[in-house]
């Protein structure tokens, strides 16, 4: 059960989570036996709104997406099956959300990794059960990463908006 993790920096790394921070969180959120291999990119906003706006047709950056690899034709080793995804993480976004939610940097980071892998493996949020799984196997991930539930409530926390006032979602 291994998997290999490249961290692409397209921002300055200065006050970011190191690589091998980045690593183990989506070494953690790795929830299948076989070997595979993701791509964590951490991007400005606009690079974070270029790609929202392309994908997924909302024009704001948003704090992770994740681009699951296409399949690949049938008949060919499972190996070549082994490449994940992408995450993408947009830096002023999550340094943003973790100051207006009270939460260290390095926890948001972590929870956001640990989101976009959930997507990768294919699980969702877009039914309440769907959002009640999710978010359960993501705060017992965190918490084995000795971080604190994300979705427990905190006085600090507020709801968070973009710039066009639409809630940020993955």
């Known amino acids: 059960m291994a998997l290999e993790v490249a961290v692409q920096y397209a921002v300055p790394r200065a006050g970011l989570p190191a690589a091998t921070t980045l690593h ?4 953690a959120a790795w929830r299948r036996d076989g070997e595979a291999a993701v791509t964590l990119r951490v991007v400005d906003a606009a690079e974070g709104q270029s790609l929202n706006h392309a994908f997924r047709e909302r024009d704001y950056a948003t704090n992770v997406l994740s681009f699951p690899a296409p399949a690949l034709p049938p008949g060919l080793p499972p190996e070549a099956n ?6 993408v993480l947009c830096a002023p976004v999550l340094a943003r959300e973790a100051m207006e939610q009270g939460k260290a940097l390095a926890a948001h980071y972590h929870h956001m990794v640990v989101h976009g892998m959930l997507h990768l493996q294919g699980m969702d949020h877009q039914t309440p059960d769907e959002a009640a799984r999710m978010e359960a196997i993501e705060s017992s991930i965190l918490a084995g990463l000795g971080y604190p539930d994300p979705y427990a409530e905190h006085p600090a926390r507020v709801q968070l908006s973009d710039t066009a006032g639409n809630a940020p979602d993955a």
Request: charge should be positive; aromatic fraction near 10%.
């Open 82 to 87: 082994a490449y994940l995804g992408d995450v």
């Open 24 to 27: 183990r969180a989506a070494r």
